[in-house]
Nanobody, 129 residues
Framework: QVQVAESGGGLVQAGESLRLSCTAS????????MGWFRQAPGKEREGVSC????????YYPNSVKGRFTISRDSAKKTLYLQMNSLKPEETAMYYC??????????????????????WGQGTQVTVSS
C-alpha cells in the first residue's frame, strides 16, 4: 500500500520562507515522479512543481518559478518544496503526490494531474499580509 504524507506547513508572513516535506512509502521511491499541488478554498487544484523519476528534471509554473524549489533525497525517501518570498494569495492546502514511472511535463493540466495516483492528506500553508 502506497502512503504519501506531507509536513511542514504553517503560518508565515508575506515574504518569508517555508519548506515542506513529503515521504512516500510502499513503492521504490526512485521509481516515482513526485509533484506538489495546492488548492485554495473555492479554487481549482493547481500544480506548483514536479520532479521526474527518470532524469530528475523539474518543472514549475510561471507563478512560482524562481521562488520555489523542488528536490528529493532518495536515501531519506523524502521530497521537499522550498518556498521563498511567499505571497498571501498562496495560502492554500498543499498536497504531495506520486506517480509511478510517469513523466511530468509541467503542464499540470487535468490530464497530467490524473497521472498522479497517490496523494497525501495535505498540509496547510497560510501566508499573512
Amino acid at each position: 500500500q502506497v502512503q504519501v504524507a506531507e509536513s511542514g506547513g504553517g503560518l508565515v508572513q508575506a515574504g518569508e520562507s517555508l519548506r515542506l516535506s513529503c515521504t512516500a512509502s510502499g513503492l521504490i521511491f526512485d521509481d516515482l515522479t513526485m509533484g506538489w499541488f495546492r488548492q485554495a478554498p473555492g479554487k481549482e487544484r493547481e500544480g506548483v512543481s514536479c520532479i521526474n523519476w527518470s532524469d530528475g528534471s523539474t518543472y514549475y509554473p510561471n507563478s512560482v518559478k524562481g521562488r520555489f524549489t523542488i528536490s528529493r533525497d532518495s536515501a531519506k525517501k523524502t521530497l521537499y518544496l522550498q518556498m521563498n518570498s511567499l505571497k498571501p494569495e498562496e495560502t492554500a492546502m498543499y498536497y504531495c503526490s506520486a506517480a509511478w514511472h510517469t513523466y511530468c511535463s509541467g503542464s499540470f493540466d487535468t490530464k497530467e494531474q490524473r497521472q498522479f495516483a497517490y496523494w497525501g492528506q495535505g498540509t496547510q500553508v497560510t501566508v499573512s499580509s
